[in-house]
């Protein structure tokens, strides 16, 4: 009986979870049913409405950008630059080199190409090879042409839709032909016939494969790849376009190489003074949108620009630079060099108050393009790391010589100072102290702050990278930029708070619609404690130190900065409620003829800070409740050895003078029936020294790039 009940009982436990199993797949079914309806009726609706028809009936616009207190900055349009040349007519060269870069797959797919776009996805997770996108040539030609850049999921949708419509209406080789002239180059330029008379003046017709792949690398981004604006990471993109013909066997190696090899000569455009005022931000800020909504919403479409950009301070930081920059020469490119670029940033929130990019008569901006050796300015990450070390600014080293391989660094002055404190240390810019302060700590912890704090041009790996000791005195294998730097120093500035910069606050298209609504962006980097500790260090870089010049009579801190040969001059420093950079050199990498950034930079920092800060009460740094700066010099642990091996030794010598002492006064006494004499001072003893060598070196020193001076 009891058998029976329990099969009865398991059946109908098994038909209930057969029941369950068919509604839950009836539902799965209506909703999947649903899903694909509401999606088809969309996807018809987007179809029905497409925008290309309400974009041929609305006429253009410029688009406005305002300052943060609601002042027009300038009206932004382009005339379009666009010349329509054949499929025929364009070198294989130039198809094969877009192809490669933007849609390896584009004979194979249809329109969307799943694999790419997991390709794609891989590739910028794991950050193996070329960055890439998963959208077709077919897909960008018809967010080009028919839609906004807008990343939303109805663009998407309606991008992907487009993209089949175009491929059952056209041939691949029509497809090709429409997006070869549809494409943004900048500067007005659309179109690869426009963008080669443009670049190289010539017609497309004519370019060489080294001409194609610079060509072919300019739209993903126009305005810092574009030849004319920055000739070096122009010429890196290219090699990243010949490594992709490479790699999809459109060219071997041999011919890669000889294209990188090639003379490039680039179309002579006279240079033009700048009218506008803020030009250096203004293209800034219309490359971001560009970037993101796409040229014709940028230059047609009349969006108003809200940025952070105070437009009294920026009239100040260009009258600055235009009084105070010297002038040496005329380039080759119509250029004056030097050049000079200055970027102040609000540190509590990354608002860009000021950007000045050069003199005004190019378009490349060296506020945030310029990638330059820092010199001493980057000195501060050491100091920083070794606060989080523990140490102090009391902590005591031994300014002495010191040969690392073949390398054996000097002083500004090439002198040594024998026992100075970490304070010292920074204040008067030494060198040899700062290189054995981080061979102590290691080379890896000021590089991980100085990333933290946003410097983005370090390199890690590799066989030439940043992990040596050169790297203490500003030695970076790439560099740094105005900006990064800027901003990095506003986190001393912020209590150990790094602060995005930030050049946009609203977007708002002709119809009033928010498009984009910027919050500020921080984390906490460093601690308070350490923030300030820096803080006080760098205050007497003004007052006493390497900056006096720039000493604006008011509570501030910062840092001067001189690479080898005078090539590039740096002043970067802060008050609670601004910090600003400024950098001076030639274009060319030339010298500077003595100047440091002790110099014209300090100068120039001090004339802007005053002037931008008129306005603003005077602020001290605020103190965190407890924190006691200990003054008491102090050593390294690894000197402690030394410092009992110095102990004994004076101990010995106090002996010697002992008995040299017994000796010399039993002889005057043996004299003193002669004659009477004058008692002679007695020799003082040498007192064992407070300061004590802090870091011995090592046993296997690593062997860093040979740098010379840099203070």
Request: charged share 25%; glycine share 8%; proline share 5%.
């Amino acid at each position: 009986m009891d058998k029976d009940t329990n099969k009865q009982s398991r059946k109908t436990k098994q038909s209930n979870k057969s029941s369950y199993r068919k509604i839950a797949l009836i539902i799965v079914i209506i909703l999947a049913v649903m899903i694909t309806g509401v999606g088809l009726g969309f996807l018809t609706a987007t179809l029905n409405t497409k925008p290309g028809l309400a974009a041929d009936i609305t006429p253009p616009a410029s688009s406005q950008i305002y300052d943060i207190n609601g002042n027009l900055i300038t009206n932004i349009h382009a005339v379009e630059n666009r010349v329509p040349v054949k499929l025929d007519k364009i070198p294989k060269n130039l198809k094969d080199a877009f192809i490669a870069v933007e849609d390896a797959r584009f004979y194979q797919h249809s329109g969307i190409d799943p694999r790419g776009i997991l390709r794609a996805v891989w590739s910028n997770i794991t950050n193996r090879g070329v960055s890439e996108g998963g959208s077709t040539i077919t897909q960008q030609l018809a967010k080009n042409a028919y839609l906004s850049q807008e990343q939303t999921l109805k663009r998407k949708i309606q991008e992907a839709f487009l993209a089949l419509q175009l491929e059952k209406q056209y041939t691949k080789q029509e497809i090709l032909e429409l997006y070869l002239n549809q494409i943004y180059f900048g500067q007005g330029a659309y179109g690869v016939q426009a963008a080669s008379q443009l670049y190289f003046g010539k017609n497309v017709e004519d370019l060489s494969l080294s001409e194609c792949a610079m060509l072919a690398g300019i739209p993903k981004s126009p305005n810092y790849y574009s030849p004319l604006n920055n000739f070096k990471a122009s010429t890196e993109r290219q090699s990243t376009v010949l490594d992709q013909m490479v790699k999809y066997e459109y060219i071997d190696e041999a011919t890669a190489r000889k294209a990188r090899a090639a003379e490039i000569k680039l179309a002579k455009h006279t240079a033009e003074k700048k009218s506008t005022s803020a030009s250096y931000f203004v293209d800034y800020v219309t490359q971001a949108l560009i970037e993101k909504y796409g040229a014709d919403a940028v230059y047609k479409n009349g969006l108003k620009i809200y940025t952070t950009l105070d437009l009294d301070m920026q009239h100040i930081a260009e009258r600055t630079i235009a009084e105070q920059l010297p002038k040496y020469q005329t380039d080759e490119n119509g250029i004056v060099q030097p050049q000079g670029a200055l970027v102040a940033i609000e540190p509590h929130t990354g608002y860009i108050k000021a950007m000045v990019g050069g003199r005004g008569d190019d378009q490349f901006n060296r506020a945030t393009m310029a990638i330059r050796q820092p010199g001493s300015a980057f000195k501060p990450f050491v100091f920083l790391a070794a606060i989080e070390s523990n140490l102090s600014p009391s902590t005591v080293i031994d300014d002495s010589p010191i040969t690392f391989g073949t390398w054996s660094p000097v002083n500004y002055n090439g002198k040594f100072n024998g026992k100075v404190t970490l304070r010292a240390t920074a204040e008067r810019s030494l060198n040899v102290p700062t290189v054995k302060i981080a061979q102590q700590i290691g080379t890896d912890k000021p590089l991980y702050y100085a990333q933290e704090m946003g410097i983005s041009t370090l390199v890690l790996d590799g066989p030439q990278n940043d992990r040596n000791l050169s790297m203490a005195l500003g030695g970076l294998t790439r560099g740094v930029t105005p900006l990064e730097l800027a901003a990095a120093y506003g986190v001393f500035a912020n209590n150990g708070v790094y602060a995005t910069p930030t050049a946009i606050i609203k977007v708002v298209d002709r119809n009033g619609k928010i498009l984009e609504q910027n919050t500020v962006q921080e984390k906490t980097v460093i601690s308070e404690k350490s923030a300030y500790i820096l803080t006080d260090m760098l205050r007497g870089v003004i007052t006493r130190g390497t900056g006096t010049g720039a000493n604006i009579g008011r509570d501030a801190a910062g840092k001067t900065g001189t690479t080898s040969d005078y090539v590039d001059a740096w002043f970067v420093g802060y008050t609670p409620d601004l910090v600003t950079s400024v950098w001076m050199g030639n274009d060319s990498n030339g010298t500077l003829d003595g100047i440091t950034g002790a110099d014209t930079p300090a100068t120039i920092w001090r004339v802007f800070m005053k002037q931008a800060l008129a306005g603003t009460p005077a602020k001290s740094f605020i103190k965190p409740d407890g924190l006691v700066i200990d003054d008491t010099p102090s050593v390294l642990d690894t000197d402690k050895e030394k410092l009992k091996k110095e102990e004994e030794k004076d101990k010995l010598d106090k002996d010697k003078l002992k008995d040299k002492d017994k000796t010399t006064k039993k002889d005057d006494d043996q004299k003193s029936d002669k004659k009477t004499t004058n008692k002679e001072n007695e020799p003082s003893n040498p007192t064992t020294p407070q300061d004590i060598p802090a870091i011995p070196a090592p046993a296997k020193p690593s062997v860093p790039p040979p740098v010379p001076n840099r203070s």
